[in-house]
T-cell receptor
């Protein structure tokens, strides 16, 4: 059974803190994605990676960075958390180079920045 | 750039009634189209997808969707809704040119009345 896991389901951080969100997949997928989900806005792509150490900006990369040192792990970093980054964060992975393959999602991390 | 519009933010149907959720996309060539479902507190699960061939696609849980190129639509249907179908539904579009990541709509929340 395919699996994408995220390090925390709920996280509360203070403004200005550095925040790490971890995502691990066990399917040997090349592609991994970080989305942010907000009510009325759907899912918006923050960053994605198509190979180890490779990354591309999505639609809303400002205030975020990513790291992919190993194929199975993709980390999202908030360098200095702000209240407008309070949101649900979803990680996904996908095999292959073609966009019609299924993306598998993790359960999400609900981040609150106070 | 590709985009997706889900015009209905919230829909309420009675259990046993039929359902149609609307999705319109914008993309220059033939897109890949997806419907995902998110149950409360869960990640996203793929219901069905279209990438070629028959324009009427069958998915899991009794759902189907029809790709209509002339209307740039990919509406999701179910003939008889069950209480367990209450969830949020997302339409997404992808392509093998340019950015190979999905673009999601803003979602439609389905409520099922007994």
């Amino acid at each position: 059974d395919v699996k994408v896991t995220q390090s925390s389901r709920y996280l509360v951080k203070r403004t200005g803190e550095k925040v790490f969100l971890e995502c691990v997949q066990d399917m040997d997928h090349e592609n991994m994605f970080w989305y942010r989900q907000d009510p009325g806005l759907g899912l918006r792509l923050i960053y994605f990676s198509y190979d180890v150490k490779m990354k591309e900006k999505g639609d809303i990369p400002e205030g975020y960075s990513v790291s992919r040192e190993k194929k199975e792990r993709f980390s999202l970093i908030l360098e200095s958390a702000s209240t407008n980054q309070t949101s649900m964060y979803l990680c996904a992975s996908r095999t292959g180079g073609q966009a019609h393959y299924e993306q598998y999602f993790g359960p999400g991390t609900r981040l609150t920045v106070t | 750039a590709q985009s997706v519009t889900q015009p209905d933010i919230h829909i309420t149907v009675s259990e046993g009634a039929s359902l149609e959720l609307r999705c319109n996309y914008s993309y220059g060539a033939t897109p890949y189209l997806f419907w995902y479902v998110q149950s409360p507190g869960q990640g996203l699960q793929l219901l069905l997808k279209y990438f070629s061939g028959d324009t009427l696609v069958q998915g899991i849980k009794g759902f189907e969707a029809e790709f209509k190129r002339s209307q740039s639509s990919f509406n999701l249907r179910k003939p008889s809704v069950h209480w367990s179908d209450a969830a949020e539904y997302f339409c997404a579009v992808g392509a093998d040119t340019g950015r190979r990541a999905l673009t999601f709509g803003s979602g439609t929340r389905l409520q099922v009345q007994p």
